[in-house]
């Protein structure tokens, strides 16, 4: 049984920063591409960043946010700096049964329970 879970959101300021941890159990990690989903209130879940065969970052947090990965820890982490009120969702760790990155929900097999990150204006 794969399990997913997720750590480090909270409540944070404008232009501050925040990092988020996805601890893997049940799944050969260093083979799975792993990714960072976030879903605000009323709206769909949206990609944010995925690392596998190589790492992709949509556009909208693209020099702001850094995935990485301790294959050794079977973590994921997701290093969110210069956080904007728009940024402000359940963020989401995922992983695939390969190294291909997929940038939609329907790619992911396996799902953490969410962490929350609040960005004050």
């Known amino acids: 049984q794969v399990q997913l879970i997720e750590s480090g959101g909270g409540l944070v300021q404008a232009g501050g920063s925040l990092s988020l941890s996805c601890v893997v159990s049940g799944r050969t990690f260093s083979s799975a591409a792993m990714a960072w989903f976030r879903q605000a209130p009323g709206k769909e879940r949206e990609f944010v960043a995925a690392?596998?065969?190589?790492?992709f970052y949509a556009d909208s947090v693209k020099g702001r946010f850094t995935i990485s990965r301790n294959n050794a820890q079977n973590t994921v982490y997701l290093q969110m700096n210069s956080l904007k009120s728009e940024d402000t969702a359940a963020y989401y760790c995922?992983?695939?049964?390969?190294?291909?990155?997929?940038?939609?929900?329907?790619?992911?097999?396996?799902w953490g329970q969410g962490t929350q990150v609040i960005v004050s204006s």
């Open positions: 690392i596998g065969a190589a790492t």
């Open positions: 995922a992983a695939r049964r390969n190294l291909a990155i997929v940038l939609v929900p329907a790619g992911y097999d396996s």
